[in-house]
């Protein structure tokens, strides 16, 4: 048999390990963490880089995603909500003076332990291409408890930490907004 044939299965192998590898640190990348008094707090959206619903080529689902830690330690049986608000551009974003000010707005969402995943929460929807911050609160433990708002960075908010409330708010690790999906397509219709 044919010695460069013995060693294929050996190198697709190594490929797929390690690109399984990186797409692991490039999800990590994609959230936001922030120190608590509790451990920390990991936010984002699942299965980032996130892109808006574009119809007859992407849904769209990616929840509002929650990780908590203690150290090494997952922290699980937490009861936790999350209030979103939603900007449909960063002009309005930038033109905002309150939350109250958001495109749309959606209060009390539960976040659910996601099953296989301890420590991880999810609250599910479908999202638009914009601009998106998250009210995270609740009871982690019997003793301590989680009250933060983080949003998404895009490159051309004048205050990306505005709205932005917690132990170190605003964070220099934002997580990113929704991307165009259009931006993926080659040849591109979105010209630069």
């Known amino acids: 048999m044919n010695k460069k044939l ?4 050996a190198v697709i192998t190594a490929v797929i390990i390690g690109s399984l590898g990186y797409m692991g640190i490039q999800e990590v990348s994609a959230h936001q963490s922030m120190s608590t008094d509790f451990g920390t707090i990991i936010i984002g959206h699942d299965n980032e880089p996130s892109f808006g619903h574009e119809k007859g080529v992407w849904l ?6 929650v990780i908590l830690r203690d150290g090494d330690n997952t922290i699980s049986d937490a009861k936790l909500y999350v209030d979103k608000y939603y900007f449909k551009d960063v002009k309005a974003y930038n033109k905002a003076k309150s939350l109250s000010d958001a495109t749309q707005i ?5 976040l659910s332990e996601v099953r296989g ?7 599910n929807q479908v999202i638009a291409d914009g601009i998106y911050g998250y009210h995270i609160y609740g009871d982690v ?3 301590d408890s989680v009250d933060v708002t983080l949003f998404c960075l895009h490159p051309d908010m004048d205050n990306p ?5 917690g132990p170190n708010a605003p964070s220099e690790f934002d997580f990113g907004c929704p991307r165009d999906i259009n931006d993926l397509k080659f040849p591109s219709k979105n010209k630069k």
């Open 6 to 9: 013995l060693l294929l299965p």
């Open 60 to 65: 769209g689902m990616h929840a509002t995603e």
């Open 106 to 110: 959606s209060l009390g969402n539960s």
């Open 117 to 123: 995943e301890d420590g991880t929460y999810h609250s």
């Open 141 to 143: 433990t019997d003793v």
């Open 161 to 165: 930490g505005k709205f932005e409330d």
